[in-house]
């Protein structure tokens, strides 16, 4: 089958470093270098490579190349795959812009992948203000006690699993909610608010499901701040902002850089808050490739779907760590 | 003196705030499933009562959705863990421009997000397994293909984990084995593991939560069976039912149990390694006191 044409390109790559890397053994010749096998036993050592090599090649590399192939192809009923109408085609690239059965701009797609996306930026830069006072206060100012129970706060909602944190948000914004009881009782309103009509909800719940994920990076990237560097700052008479401007923000900047990108990547990829928390006339992204794939039954268009939103995801990042001037590598830790 | 009153009665506020939000929506979910209303409903509270619970425990979707999650998680740590290991040893000592790829590789699956994994897996394994009817069979399952996409990235959390651990290593430990006599695998059995328990510990513990948890893979991935999570999206789309808070509440009640028992193990270690140091500079002090002795003598 055509389709298997990509284990080529795994394969070529690390052909390519292998020869690279005997090229260099030769040039330099050191007795002292022992090879993998012979550093670690050849059984351990083949059991090492081997499991490596399935993991990133059958669990990573292979099936998003492979998705990224089935992208190209038409939607097909089962035994016609392989056959003449099997073809290479763009055609569900283009169904993103143009709806195949109108003829049409294909608008509401559209607008529901740039809503994805802003609505992202929006969590991510209102996460980055809930969180980094927190994060400051414990890493700068806490006793180590306090800091450690603080923690311990943190971790424990993080385990109740996201479906069920959506669920106690759902019922704390519903119109019979709590929040709507308070306030139809304090006569703010007399008829309840529409938080989860008008996607207040879905902000909140994004908010709330990440808030951890952007905590700790910064925490991390603060902690090792030496104390004495803010003391110096504030001896020569700056003032509390300049000092978060200057000296605190500047140093933070690759657990800041970690944390919004994790933010961001996790609230685009999400599924569960948009589902039970997002309007009735809400499309998110992911939710419409959901469709594709458990409702229209349409995998090559859901892949293309998954891949533009991927390819999306990875240029954004990729120009915010370049517009911040960090590098990727000191993202991931 | 007063401004510095009020910042910290400011920061105090903030935090207070913070973890409002964070507890605040759970512990209102929490007073739902002792509620009689059908509706869950926190106040007015108008009897307290079990039923929630009994209802849960012979809900047969939930059940059957928490053994598989539990067949699930126990397959991941399985199978991500030791790819984890074997993945930091391997990043340690491969061909140093290789490195840079490798590391990619490794870690993207952190950052792509969960729908793709799952979508890349189930397509991609749906043409490998079809290949003959017998792997057809045997592996195209909800509960196989499910363990297959969550290990591409818990693995990778595993791979962080264990490398943090490793790059504390002391090479004169291996060095010191080596000289002695040990053969490459007695240091790793014999050495590098004992060393690397702990990591490996807690990469099992994060490994089985993260499964247990996880959704956007899971929904995917499980074809026509059923997780815990996946019965309770359903049941969460269809209607809201006090129930589900039954559920929650168990679940905020075993990580309590586990916060607490963490906690105390910190606290007692940490009293161990005191009194260790307290009697290691002990010693030392003797060990001067007999030298001091040693030295008059002669």
């Given at each position: 089958m055509s389709r298997f044409f990509i284990f080529l390109i795994p394969v070529v790559v690390i052909a390519v470093f292998w020869v690279m890397s005997r090229y260099e053994a030769k040039g330099r010749h050191d007795p002292t270098?022992?090879?993998?096998?012979?550093?670690?036993?050849?059984?351990l050592g083949i059991v090492f490579i081997g499991l490596v090599a399935f993991w990133t090649l059958f669990?990573?590399?292979?099936?998003?190349?492979?998705?990224?192939?089935?992208?190209?192809?038409?939607?097909?009923?089962?035994?016609?795959?392989?056959?003449?109408?099997?073809?290479?085609?763009?055609?569900?690239?283009?169904?993103?812009?143009?709806?195949?059965?109108s003829g049409d701009w294909n608008t509401n797609h559209m607008s529901a992948f740039v809503f994805s996306i802003l609505a992202s930026v929006g969590v991510t830069a209102l996460n980055f203000a809930i969180c980094y006072p927190l994060a400051y206060y414990m890493a700068q100012a806490g006793t180590a006690q306090k800091v450690r129970l603080l923690m311990l706060g943190l971790i424990v909602p993080y385990w109740v699993n996201e479906i069920l944190r959506a669920f106690s948000l759902r019922l704390l914004?519903?119109?019979?909610g709590l929040i709507n009881q308070a306030i139809m009782a304090l006569g703010i309103s007399d008829t309840p608010i529409d938080f989860l009509g008008t996607d207040t909800g879905l902000y909140v719940g994004l908010s709330y499901a990440y808030l951890l994920v952007m905590i700790f990076p910064l925490y991390n990237a603060i902690e090792s701040l030496d104390k004495n560097q803010i003391e110096a700052a504030r001896d020569l008479g700056a003032p509390w902002w300049r000092i978060h401007?200057?000296?605190?923000?500047?140093?933070?900047?690759?657990?800041?850089?970690?944390g919004c990108t994790m933010v961001f990547m996790l609230s685009a990829g999400s599924l569960a808050a948009p589902l039970f928390l997002g309007g009735p006339n809400t499309l998110w992204f992911t939710a419409i490739v959901y469709d594709f794939f458990f409702q229209a039954f349409n995998w090559p268009r859901g892949a293309a779907y998954a891949f533009i939103l991927l390819a999306a995801c990875i240029f954004f990042v990729m120009a915010m760590l370049r517009l911040f001037k960090v590098s990727l590598g000191e993202t991931i830790r | 003196?007063?401004?510095?009153?009020?910042?910290?009665?400011?920061?105090?506020?903030?935090?207070?705030?913070?973890?409002?939000?964070?507890?605040?929506?759970?512990?209102?979910?929490?007073?739902?499933?002792?509620?009689?209303?059908?509706?869950?409903?926190?106040?007015?509270?108008?009897?307290?009562?079990?039923d929630w619970f009994v209802k849960l425990w012979n809900h047969r979707a939930m059940m059957e959705g928490l053994h598989n999650s539990i067949i699930i998680g126990v397959g991941v740590v399985a199978v991500?863990?030791?790819?984890?290991?074997?993945?930091?040893i391997v990043m340690n000592q491969i061909y140093h421009r290789a490195r840079g790829l490798y590391y990619l590789v490794t870690v993207s699956p952190v950052l792509t997000p969960g729908v793709i994994i799952g979508i890349s897996t189930v397509i991609f394994w749906k043409d490998m397994m079809g290949l003959t009817d017998v792997t057809k069979g045997l592996f195209y399952k909800g509960i196989v293909l499910t363990i297959l996409g969550q290990s591409s990235f818990i693995a990778a959390y595993c791979l962080l984990i264990i490398m943090?651990?490793?790059?504390?290593?002391?090479?004169?430990?291996?060095?010191?084995?080596?000289?002695?006599?040990?053969?490459?695998?007695?240091?790793?059995?014999?050495?590098?593991?004992?060393?690397?328990?702990?990591?490996?510990?807690?990469?099992?513990?994060?490994a089985f939560l993260s499964s247990f948890e996880n959704y956007n893979t899971t929904t995917f991935a499980i074809l026509a069976d059923k997780t815990l999570v996946t019965v309770l999206a359903g049941e969460v789309r269809q209607g809201t039912t006090p129930a589900l808070s039954a559920l929650a509440v168990i679940i905020i009640g075993f990580t309590l149990v586990g916060a607490i028992i963490y906690e105390i193990m910190r606290r007692r270690e940490e009293r161990v390694a005191a009194d260790r140091a307290r009697a290691a500079r002990e010693a030392e002090r003797q060990d001067l006191g007999a030298?001091?002795?040693a030295v008059q003598a002669a």
């Open positions: 270098r022992k090879s993998f096998l012979e550093r670690n036993g050849t059984v669990l990573v590399a292979l099936p998003y190349l492979y998705m990224v192939q089935e992208s190209f192809h038409p939607k097909l009923p089962p035994l016609k795959r392989g056959g003449p109408d099997d073809f290479l085609t763009l055609e569900q690239y283009r169904s993103f812009f143009v709806e195949p059965s914004l519903a119109s019979k401007k200057e000296v605190v923000m500047p140093y933070a900047k690759p657990g800041i850089a970690s | 003196m007063s401004s510095k009153f009020v910042m910290k009665g400011m920061i105090g506020f903030y935090v207070f705030l913070f973890f409002a939000y964070l507890f605040g929506p759970l512990l209102v979910m929490s007073i739902t499933a002792f509620n009689t209303p059908n509706y869950p409903q926190a106040y007015p509270f108008e009897a307290f009562t079990f991500s863990v030791p790819i984890g290991l074997a993945a930091s943090a651990r490793l790059q504390r290593f002391d090479r004169a430990q291996e060095e010191a084995a080596l000289d002695l006599g040990a053969s490459y695998p007695q240091v790793f059995w014999h050495i590098l593991l004992p060393f690397l328990k702990p990591a490996l510990i807690s990469a099992a513990v994060i030298g001091a002795l």
